[in-house]
């Protein structure tokens, strides 16, 4: 079915292969006129969910960053996947992708990297370009990152930012602002992002340009709580770590609140479960093709405490489609080390309080002559070992250690002291969780999930059931003969239904039944007939796509009726005397 899609997809204006008239370049899509209104339908429903009615705000930042931001990050170090190059023809192939599809592994990225040449030798693993042998070929860790340089001459290097977050934790401490740096609060982002993959496949679903939707949540992970009475009944369908590594692992039926009271699912993660499986749904997924599978933990990314994806069920495999991650304090953290900001929010205390403090006050007179270029070093690590553990003070001399060389100090040297500090609040590094949705793959999912063959009168039908809130063309309009003045209505009717806010598209080509089938196979969930009873009593045939019901509505009705039926106030079944397409 997937090449069928395919081709539906590139026949119908939903996405193609970049560059065409050049050969095509791997890993890259155009989405078209279709796919392009898709998309935005797609996205701008994530907003409405997880931005909107959550109360969050968004931004729109670069998609390249200065190197630091990566090295700060991790993405530099540990932003890999494994390599395997072919001996005889070079292409070059993702080693676990490669065991994944010839063994019944299901998750090799978990694997470590001596383990999977050893997959590969065991099972005779050929290259898929030209069949020679890949035994004894050693898998490499490959970085995805695209490298670029940010300006002429000696330029600074810098990145394509492989996922859209890192603009978003660089600017934490300008948005903790704009929030009063009152926790929690969130900010979502919707951009491209860049990857630069092995083995791009499987069209849209894995690329090398890409669109997230984001949500980096800033949460105090001591106060604050996910208000779990919302989705509390949404029942998840869940693949656990410990029931993927059991033989006879199972799937687990849980509501939102069975999967936190029972400590299977991180209560903030479980909240935005609930939330996902809602648009999901909303959007055309099928709920009998989906689950949330949690990372083993040799999958888990850099960056992730815990992380559990949204995945879809398509041509017989289950690919990811969102990750719902919660980072810690990890991005926050990295970046506050290595930048000269300030990445921690004030927490005022309802009563001021107060606590002994161990502080040092160093003679630097003394550690200079003593210590040298190392006397601000060994200042820091008074000052640290201060804070940790204060009895080490209570000898003549303390002793710390700075690049691996042991410094012995006076304590009277020290300036050590216990205060009492009277305390108005106390500085909180947030936590991050991270709903992170691929937009591409979700669209393929509803494409994917939407698309179905049928019989009507005797006459093969492909359709796409898209729901009507994503669908890229709402509301077709056709003159049943372009005569009479029938044409002239029907382009008056069209004119009035985009006023309104629908998109509309006009056919006068080919007789009503091919016009219908055409707009079935693009997923217009409805179309309008103008015909001769139109021009003398102001109504027209209303058709839905599903069912291939009719009904007569009058034409002043038409915009308030699309309306309902848009948001799903109105059944098209509840409309008068629906009569089956003629």
Request: glycine residues 8%.
């Amino acid at each position: 079915m997937s090449r069928d899609l395919v081709e539906l997809a590139k026949r119908r204006g939903y996405f193609f292969q970049s560059a065409g008239a050049y050969g095509g370049v791997s890993g890259f899509y155009t989405y078209g006129p279709e796919g392009a209104t898709l998309k935005q339908n797609v996205e701008d429903a994530w907003r409405e969910r997880f931005q909107v009615r959550e109360g969050h705000r968004e931004i729109d930042a670069p998609t390249v960053l200065p190197e630091p931001v990566f090295e700060a990050s991790g993405h530099l170090d540990g932003f890999d996947d494994m390599l395997v190059e072919c001996p005889e023809c070079g292409e070059s192939h993702r080693a676990d992708h490669l065991v994944e599809d010839n063994t019944e592994i299901e998750e090799a990225e978990s694997i470590p990297i001596p383990e999977v040449e050893t997959l590969i030798a065991d099972h005779d693993l050929r290259c898929p370009n030209c069949d020679a042998e890949l035994a004894g070929q050693s898998v490499e860790e490959f970085n995805l990152m695209f490298e670029t340089n940010i300006g002429p001459g000696s330029s600074s290097p810098g990145y394509l930012r492989p996922e859209t977050a890192q603009g978003i934790f660089v600017e934490f401490p300008q948005l903790a602002e704009y929030a009063r740096n009152q926790l929690p609060f969130g900010i979502t982002q919707i951009g491209k992002a860049y990857r630069n993959e092995i083995s791009p496949r499987k069209s849209i679903i894995r690329v090398r340009e890409f669109t997230q939707a984001e949500l980096e949540h800033f949460v105090d992970p001591e106060a604050d709580e996910p208000p779990l009475d919302r989705v509390a009944d949404v029942e998840l369908t869940l693949y656990p770590a410990d029931e993927q590594e059991r033989e006879d692992g199972e799937y687990l039926t849980k509501t939102v609140r069975e999967a936190v009271d029972e400590g299977i699912v991180h209560e903030w993660i479980a909240y935005y479960l609930g939330v996902g499986k809602q648009w999901y749904e909303s959007i055309g997924v099928d709920m009998d093709r989906f689950r949330f599978r949690q990372h083993l933990p040799g999958e888990l990314a850099h960056y992730s405490a815990d992380c559990w994806d949204a995945e879809s069920e398509v041509d017989g495999d289950w690919i990811e489609i969102s990750g719902y991650s919660y980072r810690s304090d990890y991005d926050l953290s990295k970046h506050d080390d290595h930048s000269d900001d300030d990445f921690t929010v004030f927490k005022q205390y309802d009563e001021p309080t107060v606590v002994e403090r161990a502080t040092v006050d160093p003679d630097m007179s003394y550690l200079g002559p003593e210590f040298g270029g190392a006397a601000g070093d060994v200042a820091d690590a008074l000052e640290t070992l201060a804070e940790r553990d204060r009895t080490a003070f209570d000898a003549e001399t303390v002793t710390v250690e700075v690049d691996g060389e042991t410094h012995a100090i006076p304590v009277e040297k020290t300036g050590f002291s216990v205060d009492e500090i009277k305390e108005t609040g106390e500085h909180v590094l947030p936590h991050v969780v991270e709903p992170s949705i691929g937009v591409d793959r979700v669209i393929y999912t509803v494409l994917d999930h939407a698309y179905e063959e049928d019989e009507i009168e005797g006459e093969a039908r492909t359709r796409l059931a898209l729901e009507p809130e994503v669908a890229p063309t709402f509301v077709g309009v056709f003159p049943l003969m372009d005569k009479d003045g029938m044409g002239e209505t029907a382009r008056e009717v069209t004119a009035d239904l985009r006023a309104a806010g629908f998109d509309v598209t006009y056919d006068d080509s080919g007789n009503i039944g091919r016009r219908y089938r055409r707009q079935d196979e693009v997923g217009t969930p409805f179309c309008v007939t103008v015909d001769y009873d139109s021009l003398d009593d102001d109504t027209v045939t209303l058709r839905e796509r599903d069912s291939t019901e009719q009904v007569r509505v009058a034409v002043d009705d038409l915009p308030d009726l699309l309306a309902d039926l848009r948001s799903g106030d109105l059944a098209f079944g509840e409309l008068d005397a629906p009569t089956p397409d003629q």
